[in-house]
Structures are given as structure tokens and as C-alpha cells.
């Protein structure tokens, strides 16, 4: 069944089950489907539907934005690129005077000055720009939670990993990966807090998640932040 609300349309399929409540999930073929209570009118489904109308838009637009898979970056003015879990479109700046290309975040885009306007100098000036700003992000990440914590990291490192967010080994040294200056602060703060937690229970054990939860209470939103949104933090 189709439905059409703020000039919107959304395929949707009603499923009366046993139960009190109502449920909306979104199948892998970007169909709303609705359980509801046995005995359920159509319009009661429909005023739920429009009721949580602004949500289910914003779920379809990023599955299917998901489904079409990481695009290939261009670096041409314009391009957006994310940086702390909202994307700047970048300009490009040709000056042959600089002793280093760079990279200036002014609150709008980032702004990108070469030395010669070739595609890989854009990408490693980026890549640079994303490494600062993870280590600057991460460190006072670390000092504002440290309070919840009586050991202290002995030393902080930025890398390029393809399968890890964060490390922490038995010397209480921590490992953070560059991309997690694309994700909001919010998300960085969860990656610190879980590896500060490994401080003190080096396994994912019961122990380890009791602590990550006491210190922060929403951690699984950020999981979830990193699970729907790590296929497009790339340069």
C-alpha cells in the first residue's frame, strides 16, 4: 500500500500480530512495515505512520543512500566531505608559494590550499588535516573524561587502521583512528570512553560493558552512528 503525506510517499504493509503495541521497521526493500494489535483500523496505522512521518523519511534517505555503496571521491569545489558528523563542501586554493598544501575548517567549508592542483595533493592534504584534528579531538576528549577514571593513558597515537576505531594494550597505551574526526563529537567521546574503559577490563568482557554503560549511559547510539555511517567517512 502506498501513502502520500508532506508531499511525501512511502510503500508501507500492516502485519496484525498478538500483541499491545505497535512497531515500524524498514525491510532491505525500503518497505515501511507496521505490527500492529489485532483489530487495528487502517487509520489508526496512518495517523501512526504520519505521526512518525519526519523519522521514517530520514531512515529511507539513508538506506538508501547505504545501498548505493561508498561513491568515489572528486576534488573539485563543491565536493563535501564529512568533518565531525556534518559535510563541508571544500575549495580549492592554487598557490605555488606555500611550503606546505593545507587545510583551514572556517566554520562552513573546508578550504584547501595547494601548491599544485593535482587530485592525490588534495587527498593527503585532507588526510593530514584529519589526522591533526583526530589527535587534538582525542586528547581533550581524554582530559574531559578522565575524571571518571584513576589510570591515565600513557601515551596517544593516531593511525590508519582498516578495522579498528580504537586500541588500548596492557601499558595503557591508546590507538585512535584519523577518519573519527568525520563523526561527531559525541561518537569521538564514545571511542575514547571505550578504550579508557579497557584500561581497566582489557576484554569485552561483562565487567567491561557494565563500566562503559555506568560512564556513558547512550554509548549504544553511538555504535549505532558508527554502524549506519562508517562506509562514507573516506577522502
Given at each position: ?27 532491505s ?15 489508526q ?15 529511507l534517505?539513508?538506506m538508501r ?5 561508498p561513491q ?6 563543491g ?5 565531525l ?10 598557490d605555488?608559494?606555500v ?11 573546508l578550504?584547501?590550499t ?18 591533526q ?14 575524571g571518571?577514571?584513576k ?14 576505531w580504537?586500541?588500548?594494550?596492557f ?14 563529537q ?13 584500561m581497566?577490563?582489557?576484554n ?21 552512528w558508527?554502524s549506519a555511517?562508517?562506509?562514507?567517512m573516506?577522502?
Amino acid at each position: 500500500m502506498l501513502h502520500t503525506h508532506l508531499g511525501g510517499t512511502i510503500r508501507y504493509e500492516i502485519q496484525y500480530k498478538n500483541r499491545t503495541s505497535f512497531s515500524i521497521t524498514i525491510d532491505s526493500y525500503l518497505n515501511v512495515v507496521v505490527q500492529a494489535p489485532k483489530g487495528t483500523s487502517e487509520k489508526q496505522v496512518i495517523r501512526l505512520l504520519e505521526g512518525n512521518w519526519g523519522k521514517i523519511q530520514q531512515t529511507l534517505d539513508e538506506m538508501r543512500e547505504r545501498l548505493q555503496g561508498p561513491q568515489e571521491k572528486v576534488y573539485d569545489p563543491g565536493e563535501g566531505f564529512l568533518y565531525l558528523g556534518r559535510t563541508y563542501p571544500i575549495q580549492i586554493f592554487h598557490d605555488e608559494k606555500v611550503i606546505q598544501d593545507g587545510v583551514v575548517f572556517d566554520g562552513n567549508e573546508l578550504r584547501i590550499t595547494v601548491k599544485r592542483r593535482e587530485d592525490e595533493r588534495i587527498r593527503q592534504a585532507l588526510k593530514r588535516f584529519y589526522y591533526q584534528q583526530c589527535k587534538a579531538l582525542v586528547a581533550k576528549s581524554i582530559q574531559n573524561w578522565q575524571g571518571h577514571f584513576k589510570m591515565k593513558p600513557r601515551s596517544i597515537k593516531i593511525n590508519d587502521s582498516t578495522k579498528t576505531w580504537g586500541t588500548c594494550d596492557f601499558k595503557q597505551q591508546l590507538t585512535f583512528n584519523w577518519k573519527l574526526a568525520m563523526a561527531p563529537q559525541k561518537v569521538i567521546d564514545y571511542v575514547v570512553v571505550h578504550e579508557m574503559c579497557h584500561m581497566v577490563h582489557l576484554n569485552h568482557d561483562r565487567s567491561f560493558w557494565r563500566l562503559v554503560g555506568k560512564t556513558m549511559p547512550d554509548y549504544k547510539e553511538q555504535e549505532n552512528w558508527l554502524s549506519a555511517s562508517s562506509w562514507k567517512m573516506t577522502v
